[in-house]
């Protein structure tokens, strides 16, 4: 993969809020904050819709920091 996550337990270890970063910085520079919550559910199992919101809130205020 373009930002050097290949497999899910890399995704895992990387987290969410550094891949996003990646994405942006190497292959997409706009990436949407719901790219980053599809990014979460991806590594906590679940559809993002299905994010509890204080998980999709801090990563709101993540995304506001870019």
């Given amino acids: 993969m ?3 996550i290949e497999t899910p337990e890399q995704l895992r270890s ?3 809020e ?3 970063l990646r994405i942006r910085m190497q292959a997409d520079p706009g ?3 719901h790219m980053l919550y599809g990014i979460q559910g ?3 199992g679940v559809p993002d819709k ?3 919101e204080d998980t999709k809130e801090r ?3 993540f ?4």
């Fill in 63 to 66: 995304y506001k920091t870019l």
């Fill in 50 to 52: 299905f994010l509890p």
């Fill in 2 to 4: 373009k930002v050097g």
């Fill in 42 to 44: 991806a590594i906590d």
């Fill in 18 to 20: 550094e891949t996003f």
């Fill in 59 to 61: 990563l709101r205020e």
């Fill in 14 to 16: 990387v987290g969410a």
């Fill in 31 to 33: 990436a949407c904050v």
